[in-house]
C-alpha cells in the first residue's frame, strides 16, 4: 500500500493533521483531497482541536500542475465522487466546522496551499514561510475558496497585486496582511501551533463552535442582523460549565489573561 497522503495523530484534545507528500512540495492532487476530507472528519469526531501542518520543507505548493496538465489534456478525468469531495466542500468543513483549525506554516505557502491555509482560524508561521499566488503566471485561477476567504484577510489590493505580479510576500508582510498573526524562528511554527491549539481546547466547546462559526457569518450580513445573531448566540443555552466559569472568575479563582503582547515573544517585529 503506498503512503498516506496526510497523517493523523492524536494528541490529548488535538488533533494533528499533516499534509504527507514532501516530494512534490505537499502539491494537492485528487487523492490528497479525498483523505484531507477523511481525516477532517475524523477529527470533528475526535479532537477539540485540529492543528494543520506540512512535512518537509514546505507547507504546500498548491494544486498538482501535473495532475492539472492530465487533466487538461483529457489523460485523465475526475471521479464521480470529486463533485461530493471537491475543495470548496473539504475547505469549507475545515472554515465552518465544530472546531477550531490552527495553520503551521513553513516554507512554500502559495496558490492551493494559501487557500487551504486561509481556511484555517489561526495561523503562525516560520521565518523561512513565503506567500504567494501564482495562478496569474500558471494561466489559472484560484478554485479553494480564495476570492472569498484571501480577500477578505488580505483585501482586494494586496490579493490583486499577488494574483497580477506573482509578488511573493514575507513573513513580516504576511503578519502585516493579516495572512499570519504569529511568527516564529525557522522550524518552530508547528511547536507554536500545538501550544495555542493546547490553549484554545481549555476553553468550552460550546464557545469555540460559536467564536468559528458565527464570526464569519456575522461578517457577511447587515449590522441589524449581525447584532441579532449576537444576541441569539449570547442568550443560548448555557452548560454548567459556563456557571462554573464565571464563577472562578467572580470568586477570583480565573487563570489571569495571557499578555496581550505575545504575537512579539513568537519572534514577529
Ligand atoms: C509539484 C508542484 C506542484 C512542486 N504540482 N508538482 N503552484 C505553483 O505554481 C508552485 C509550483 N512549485 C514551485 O514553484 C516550487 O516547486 C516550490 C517553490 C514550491 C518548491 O521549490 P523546490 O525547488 O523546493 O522544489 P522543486 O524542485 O521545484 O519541486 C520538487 C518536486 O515537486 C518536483 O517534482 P520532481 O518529480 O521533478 O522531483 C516538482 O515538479 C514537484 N512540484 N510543486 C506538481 N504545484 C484549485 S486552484 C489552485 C491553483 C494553484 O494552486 S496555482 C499554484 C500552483
Not at 120 to 136: I, K, M, N, Q, S
Request: net charge neutral.
Amino acid at each position: 500500500m503506498s503512503e498516506a497522503l496526510i497523517t493523523y495523530e492524536l494528541d490529548g484534545p488535538v488533533a494533528l493533521i499533516g499534509l504527507n507528500r514532501p516530494d512534490k512540495r505537499n502539491a494537492i492532487n485528487d487523492a490528497l483531497v479525498d483523505e484531507l476530507n477523511a481525516a477532517v472528519q475524523r477529527a470533528h469526531e475526535d479532537a477539540n482541536v485540529i492543528v494543520l501542518h506540512g512535512h518537509g520543507s514546505n507547507f504546500c505548493a498548491g494544486l498538482d500542475l501535473a495532475e492539472a496538465l492530465a487533466r487538461a489534456s483529457g489523460k485523465i478525468t475526475p471521479p464521480r465522487k470529486r463533485r461530493r469531495h471537491n475543495w470548496h466542500m473539504v475547505f469549507d468543513q475545515i472554515a465552518r466546522g465544530p472546531i477550531p483549525v490552527v495553520a503551521a506554516l513553513h516554507g512554500a505557502v502559495v496558490g492551493g496551499g494559501l487557500e487551504l491555509a486561509t481556511a484555517a482560524h489561526v495561523r503562525v508561521c516560520d521565518e523561512t514561510a513565503f506567500f504567494g499566488l501564482p495562478e496569474g503566471q500558471r494561466g489559472i485561477f484560484v478554485g479553494g475558496g480564495g476570492t472569498v476567504r484571501i480577500q477578505r484577510v488580505v483585501g482586494t489590493t494586496v490579493m490583486m497585486d499577488m494574483m497580477l505580479t506573482g509578488r511573493l510576500l514575507n513573513p513580516a508582510e504576511g503578519l502585516q496582511e493579516h495572512i499570519v498573526r504569529y511568527v516564529t524562528p525557522a522550524g518552530q511554527a508547528l511547536a507554536k501551533a500545538k501550544e495555542l491549539a493546547q490553549r484554545i481546547a481549555q476553553n468550552t466547546i460550546e464557545t469555540n463552535w460559536k467564536i468559528v462559526n458565527v464570526l464569519p457569518r456575522i461578517q457577511d450580513v447587515s449590522h441589524d442582523d449581525g447584532l441579532f445573531f449576537e444576541q441569539l448566540n449570547s442568550a443560548m443555552a448555557r452548560p454548567p460549565e459556563v456557571e462554573q466559569r464565571l464563577r472562578e472568575f467572580v470568586e477570583g479563582k480565573a487563570k489571569p489573561l495571557v499578555a496581550k503582547d505575545e504575537a512579539k515573544d513568537a519572534g514577529a517585529p
